[in-house]
């Protein structure tokens, strides 16, 4: 009778295994092969070749990039090279990259940069907050930007109990932002479990010095954020769920879902764009070819623009496409009068004029 038990119960288990590995395939998009949609007027930035992972327009044109992120389960095309926040000044007629030097005192060598966001100050400093994550841990560093010198000042290290996990932050005040923590678990193998059970156990947090507190939860990784150009909805892609959930904020910093909208790609990292207010997307087409990395058949690439976003219908459309014969893993795209950069997680960068 014991045997009998035993047995059914790992004939059960069993099943329910391989019914949540078939499911977590489906969500990833294990299957889908994607149409191309290519851009003109396109080149690849020189400097940009193993990742730029996030990316953040200032209102003057100069852009942050962060490159060199080491992800766990992600591929890795220069595993050597330390991170580096590279800028782009996208007023000039043929933009090029150029690596910003950081203060001394900053410990360069495990400096591994993930979700990046800017803050101006009512004196017009220049802050540069950026998701770092030395020996695979979670801080918040704070960078202060000369822009004479091309350079960062480092100013902070945040850590704390609910920073981890880290993936993007949205900075509205100084040292207030908004975190997402993509996965529950920190080890990977219990991360991976974690994904293919679709447990939902991820969240968002919002970090003050007086305050930190979990703001909106039950999302299977929440990954990108961003917030609307007058500060009131807070925009937040779940990669594995193939969604963007828009949230109102509150004066005391909770935030309330209004609606979600439903995509069919899993969606990285978000940004607005200044002129219109529309969310582009930086997206995996399917995800299966980034987790099972193999150059002869790579992971593509997609962004999507998605318009009236507060309306009962928003517009949804493709920008980019491609297979990933020129980009491969796009986690993001900005836009600056019509100009445009991609980016992605390990890969190259590509800069296109609408």
């Given at each position: ?76 095309l ?92 949205v ?20 991360a ?7 447990l ?17 939860k ?64 930086g ?10 990395y193999?150059p002869e ?58």
């Amino acid at each position: 009778m014991g045997k009998l038990v035993v047995l059914t119960l790992l004939g059960a288990s069993l099943a329910l295994i391989g019914e949540r590995l078939l499911a977590f395939r489906e969500r990833i998009n294990a299957t889908r092969e994607l149409e191309p949609v290519e851009l003109q007027n396109c080149y690849l930035i020189e400097g940009l070749e193993n990742g730029s992972e996030d990316i953040d327009i200032l209102p003057s044109g100069l852009a942050f990039i962060s490159n060199g992120l080491k992800y766990p389960g992600m591929p890795d095309l220069a595993p050597d090279a330390s991170g580096k926040i590279y800028l782009m000044d996208l007023n000039e007629q043929n933009p090029r990259a150029q690596a910003l030097k950081i203060s001394d005192g900053f410990d360069e060598k495990f400096f591994n940069p993930h979700g990046i966001s800017t803050f101006i100050d009512k004196d017009h400093t220049v802050y540069l907050y950026v998701v770092n994550h030395p020996h695979m841990k979670s801080t918040v560093e704070i960078f202060k930007f000369e822009e004479q010198q091309r350079s960062l000042i480092h100013l902070k290290t945040i850590k704390h109990e609910l920073l981890k996990s880290v993936n993007d932050i949205v900075v509205l005040g100084p040292e207030q932002f908004y975190a997402t923590r993509d996965h529950y678990f920190t080890n990977f193998f219990l991360a991976l479990l974690e994904m293919i059970l679709d447990l939902h156990w991820t969240h968002v947090i919002f970090y003050s010095p007086k305050e930190v507190k979990v703001v909106a939860k039950g999302f299977s990784s929440a990954n990108g954020i961003t917030a609307s150009l007058d500060h009131k909805y807070i925009y937040v892609a779940d990669v594995t769920d193939k969604n963007i959930h828009i949230l109102e904020k509150h004066d005391n910093w909770d935030l309330t879902q209004l609606k979600v909208i439903q995509l069919g790609t899993l969606v990285d990292n978000l940004t607005v764009d200044p002129d219109t207010g529309d969310i582009l997307a930086g997206c995996h087409p399917n995800a299966m070819k980034l987790l099972n990395y193999n150059p002869e058949d790579p992971p593509g690439s997609e962004v999507l623009r998605i318009q009236n976003v507060l309306s009962d219908q928003p517009r949804v459309s493709t920008i980019y496409a491609n297979n990933g014969s020129v980009l491969q893993g796009t986690s993001v795209a900005s836009v600056y009068h019509g100009k445009i950069l991609i980016g992605t997680v390990f890969h190259k960068a590509l800069y296109c004029v609408l």
